[in-house]
C-alpha cells in the first residue's frame, strides 16, 4: 500500500527566536552541532579574517619601538634580563623595571614575551612587531568562531542552503571583518606595548568561546580552559574585569541553560577574578604613592563644578561615537589643552547623553523583554533584537571604564581605549548592515545590495585608513611631527616632539651647525607647550636639556630650576643639574644634586654612573668604584658600568682589576674591547 506522503509545506525560518522554554527543551544550549561542512566553511571564513588582519599591518614589520615601547621593552632593565627574570617579572609591578619603584599596575604576562623575545632577538622591534601581527591575526579567527559559536540559531543553521549565509553567521562574519579592518585599532596593534591590550581581549574571547562549547557538550574540561583563559586576559590587562558583567548577559541572550546555571557559571568565573586581585593585590603591597592624575594627562581633572564633569566625560563620549563611526583625523594624543572642558549645556554633550541614553534604554527594554514567558512582538525582526541588544551592552559596559564618569582615568581620551568597546560598536553595525533577518543571505547578491554596497565602502576606507596611518608609527619622530598638527592645541603633543628633537633627531645629526638647528626646533616646541599649560615641568626640564647640549649652561640651570621649584621630588631634574655643574666644573654642586636625585630614587641608574664620575674626578676612588657598583646592582647589563671601574682602578694603579673589567666591558660591548 502506498503511504500518503505529508505535503505539509516545511517551515521557512521563524520571524521571531523561540522561546526560552521551547529552547530549553532540545538540549542544553537548544542549537545543532555543525557538521563537518560547516566546520570547514566556518575556518576558511574565520582565516579570511585573520589573514586580512595580519596583511593589513604587514607594514609595521620594518617599524621601530614607539612610546611606551621604550619603558615596557627596551629601557626596562627587568625585561631586559630575558627569559631568567620572569619569575621577577611575575612579582612585580608593570613599570617597576623602568622606574625602579613599584606603580600601581600589574600586567605580567605581556611582559614576559617581551622579555622571551629580548632573550632570543634583543633589540629587534621587527620580531615583537610580527608577534603583534600574528596575535592580531588569531584574534580575528578566534572572534569570528566565538560569535559563530553563540549567534547561529538552531532554527537558521538546518535551512541554511549552499552558497548562503544564516543570519547569525553573516553577523558574525561582518562584526569580525569591521573589527578586525576598524582603523582605531592602529595604536594597539602597531605600538607593541599595546600587546597587553591584544592579549587581554584575546583571552576573554577564548574564555566566551569555552564557555559556549562547556554548554554544548557538558565537558567540565571548556569550563576549566575558560576560566585558565580569564585568568590569563587579568594577568595581560585588568580591562578584563567587564567580563563577570558581560558573561550572564551572554548566556541571558544565547544559553537555553536556567538561570541558576548561569548564575553559577558566572560565580566559577567570579573565583577567578578574585584569586587575581589576591594576588595583585599582593605583588602590589607597597606601591609608590599615587600622585594623582594630572590635568595635563586628563582635562577632566581642570573641571571646576559637577556639571562641567560630567558634560565634559559626555563631550569625550561623544568623540568616541564619532570616532568608532569615522575615524578621522587620528592622533595617539589628546591630551590638555586640545578637549575643552565643557558644561552640561553644550550641544555636543547634549546629543551624545541622548544618544546614550536611548541606546541604553533600547537595551535594557531587550533584556526585560527576554524574561517575560509570553513577551510582545519584538521591536526587531528574527534574531536580530537580542544581537542588538548584546552588541549594546557591550558596548555600554566595556566604555564605562574609560568614561570619566566615575573614576578618573590616567587620560583625557585614547584610541587605543576604544579596543574593547568597537566590538559591541561592530556588532551593532552589522546587525545594520545584515539584510534579511529571517532568511539566508545569497552570498553571490549581497554586495550587489544596497548594503551590500555600502558595507564594501566602509570596509575600503576603514583598510585604506589604517594601512595609511600605520606609517605614522614608524617610529617617535614620525609619529610626533604628523600628529602635533592634527592637535595643535596638545601640551604634550608639542612637548613629545620637542623632546624628540633634543633627545634623538639631534644626536643623530653629524653636522653641528644642523644640530644646533634641531636643539633650537626642539626648544620652540617645548616653549610652544609651556605657552599652552605654563607649570609643566617637564617642558622646562628639556629645554634645560637642549641649552646643555648647546653649552648654554646659566640658560640650562634657569630651566632646570624651573622644574625644579614646580616639581621637588623629581629625580631626573636633580640628576640633570647636577650633571650641568659636572660640565661647568662646579663638582661640590654637582656632587650635591646627584645626592639629592638618589635619595628620591636610590634605584636611579644614571644619578649613581654620575656620582661616580664626578668622584672619580676628584679622585674619591673608593666612593667612585661604590657608585658605579650601585648602577651595576640596578643594571647588570651595563657595560659602561664595568668600564668606568676599570678606569677608575686604572687610575689608582690597580692593573690588575683594572684588565679585569676591561674585559668584562669588552665582552659585554664590543666597543669598549681594549685593543
Not at 591630551?335 to 541622548?354: A, K, Q, R
Request: with cysteine; proline share 5%; net charge positive.
Amino acid at each position: 500500500m502506498k503511504l500518503k506522503q505529508n505535503t505539509k509545506k516545511k517551515s521557512p525560518l521563524h520571524s521571531f527566536p523561540p522561546s526560552r522554554s521551547a529552547m530549553a527543551e532540545r538540549g542544553t544550549r537548544g542549537k545543532q552541532q555543525p557538521n563537518s561542512v560547516d566546520k570547514k566553511r566556518r575556518l576558511i571564513l574565520g582565516l579570511i579574517i585573520a589573514a586580512t588582519g595580519f596583511l593589513l599591518y604587514s607594514n609595521t614589520l620594518s617599524h621601530g619601538y614607539v612610546l611606551d615601547d621604550f619603558s615596557a621593552i627596551k629601557e626596562n632593565n627587568i625585561v631586559r634580563q630575558g627569559i631568567s627574570a620572569i619569575p621577577e617579572i611575575f612579582k612585580t609591578s608593570y613599570r617597576q623595571g623602568y622606574l625602579s619603584v613599584k606603580d600601581g599596575l600589574y600586567r605580567p604576562l605581556s611582559l614576559a614575551t617581551y622579555a622571551i623575545e629580548w632573550n632570543y632577538f634583543p633589540d629587534r622591534p621587527g620580531v615583537s612587531h610580527l608577534v603583534n601581527v600574528v596575535l592580531y591575526g588569531i584574534t580575528g579567527i578566534m572572534l569570528f568562531f566565538m560569535l559563530s559559536s553563540i549567534f547561529i540559531s538552531p532554527l537558521t543553521s538546518p535551512l541554511r542552503e549552499k552558497g548562503t549565509f544564516v543570519p547569525g553567521e553573516a553577523i558574525a562574519f561582518i562584526t569580525s571583518l569591521l573589527f578586525i579592518v576598524h582603523p582605531l585599532h592602529v595604536e594597539v596593534v602597531a605600538n607593541i606595548k599595546s600587546r597587553d591590550e591584544i592579549m587581554c581581549f584575546l583571552f576573554v574571547i577564548c574564555s566566551f568561546l569555552f564557555v559556549f562549547r562547556f554548554l554544548e557538550s557538558g565537558s567540565k574540561k571548556f569550563l576549566v580552559l575558560g576560566a585558565i583563559s580569564y585568568f590569563l586576559s587579568l594577568l595581560s590587562k585588568e580591562t578584563s574585569i567587564t567580563f563577570l558583567a558581560l558573561l550572564p548577559l551572554a548566556l541571558h541572550f544565547f544559553s537555553s541553560a536556567a538561570f541558576k546555571k548561569n548564575i553559577s557559571i558566572t560565580a566559577f568565573f567570579l573565583v577567578t577574578a578574585v584569586m587575581y586581585l589576591a594576588i595583585r593585590h599582593s605583588v602590589l603591597q607597597g606601591a609608590m604613592a599615587d600622585d594623582g592624575v594630572s590635568v595635563a594627562d586628563n582635562i577632566i581633572v581642570g573641571a571646576k563644578t559637577f556639571g562641567e564633569r560630567i558634560g565634559t566625560a559626555f563631550y569625550i563620549l561623544g568623540l568616541y561615537l564619532k570616532m568608532l563611526a569615522l575615524p578621522h583625523p587620528m592622533s595617539y594624543d589628546y591630551s590638555f589643552n586640545h578637549i575643552p572642558v565643557v558644561g552640561m549645556e553644550n550641544i555636543v554633550s547634549i546629543l551624545s547623553l541622548l544618544f546614550y541614553v536611548i541606546i541604553g534604554g533600547f537595551a535594557t527594554y531587550v533584556l526585560f523583554d527576554s524574561f517575560k514567558k509570553n513577551p510582545p512582538r519584538p521591536l526587531l525582526k528574527g534574531e536580530m533584537q537580542p544581537i542588538l541588544g548584546f552588541g549594546i551592552f557591550f558596548f555600554l559596559v566595556t566604555i564605562f571604564l574609560f568614561s570619566n564618569l566615575v573614576l578618573t582615568i590616567g587620560t583625557s581620551m585614547g584610541d587605543r581605549l576604544m579596543y574593547f568597546p568597537s566590538l559591541g560598536f561592530c556588532i551593532c553595525m552589522a546587525v545594520l548592515f545584515c539584510p534579511h533577518p529571517k532568511r539566508s543571505i545569497d552570498i553571490r547578491s549581497f554586495p550587489l545590495q544596497g548594503r551590500g554596497i555600502l558595507l564594501l565602502v566602509v570596509v575600503v576606507f576603514f583598510v585604506f585608513k589604517t594601512y595609511t596611518r600605520n606609517a605614522d608609527w614608524k617610529d617617535n619622530y614620525t609619529l610626533y611631527s604628523h600628529d602635533v598638527q592634527i592637535v595643535p592645541n596638545s601640551v604634550k603633543a608639542h612637548y613629545y616632539l620637542g623632546l624628540e628633537l633634543v633627545k634623538t633627531v639631534a644626536d643623530a645629526e653629524q653636522d653641528p651647525e644642523k644640530k644646533k638647528n634641531i636643539y633650537e626646533k626642539g626648544i620652540q616646541e617645548l616653549k610652544r607647550a609651556v605657552e599652552i599649560m605654563p607649570a609643566f615641568s617637564s617642558a622646562f626640564t628639556q629645554m634645560g636639556v637642549a641649552y646643555y647640549r648647546l653649552k648654554n649652561y646659566e640658560k640650562a640651570i634657569e630651566n632646570y630650576n624651573k622644574a625644579s621649584a614646580l616639581k621637588p621630588s623629581d629625580a631626573i631634574t636633580l640628576n640633570n643639574i647636577g650633571s650641568v655643574y659636572f660640565e661647568w666644573g662646579k663638582y661640590a654642586e654637582a656632587t650635591e644634586k646627584f645626592g639629592d636625585a638618589l635619595r628620591i630614587d636610590p634605584r636611579f641608574v644614571d644619578a649613581h654612573m654620575n656620582l661616580g664620575s664626578v668622584c672619580g674626578t676628584l679622585k674619591d676612588y673608593g666612593k667612585a668604584i661604590v657608585s658605579f657598583q650601585n648602577a651595576i646592582k640596578y643594571a647588570p647589563d651595563n657595560a659602561m658600568a664595568y668600564y668606568f671601574i676599570a678606569i677608575t682602578y686604572q687610575n689608582m694603579g690597580d692593573k690588575v682589576n683594572a684588565d679585569k673589567y676591561f674585559q668584562i666591558a669588552g665582552t659585554m660591548d664590543q666597543k669598549l674591547k681594549p685593543h
